[in-house]
């Protein structure tokens, strides 16, 4: 049996899915772009700003879960320009301090127009 995870501290979901999914041990999140769900607005113009919404979007679902940072075994990392790495990893790295496996790809569009987007898979034991 599948168990939804949703939380208003992180942005509702913007179309037909669920914050984050719980499949037995494993949870499985949704992308997270930076909307203050405070404001439902993207806020931030830069992509450490972005980047760290994002990232407290994420600790939003993972604390609404019962986990935290360090439970997350997998991360997918989606970035509007490549160039944005490094200053994207200077972010990321504050918050997955265990270093999980991860894939950081640029794509052409994310929603609403945004920097960046995260993914993650964490195991709740």
């Known amino acids: 049996m599948l168990k939804k995870i949703s939380t208003d ?6 179309g037909p899915y669920s914050q984050a999914v719980i499949a037995g041990d494993m949870l499985f999140a949704s992308g997270q772009i930076p909307i203050n769900p405070a404001t439902g607005n993207v806020e ?6 972005q980047a760290e919404q994002s990232m407290k979007n994420v600790g939003a ?3 609404a879960a019962g986990v935290s940072y360090d439970n997350v075994i997998k991360t997918t990392c989606f970035l509007a320009d ?8 200077e972010v990321y790295a504050k918050y997955f301090t265990q270093n999980p496996a991860r894939s950081c790809v640029a794509v052409k569009d994310l929603p609403k ?13």
């Open 113 to 125: 127009g945004v920097l960046c987007e995260v993914e993650v898979t964490a195991y709740l034991k």
């Open 44 to 49: 931030a113009t830069d992509i450490v700003g």
């Open 61 to 63: 679902i993972l604390e």
């Open 82 to 89: 490549i160039a944005d790495f490094a200053a994207f990893n």
């Open 9 to 14: 501290k992180a942005p509702a979901a913007i």
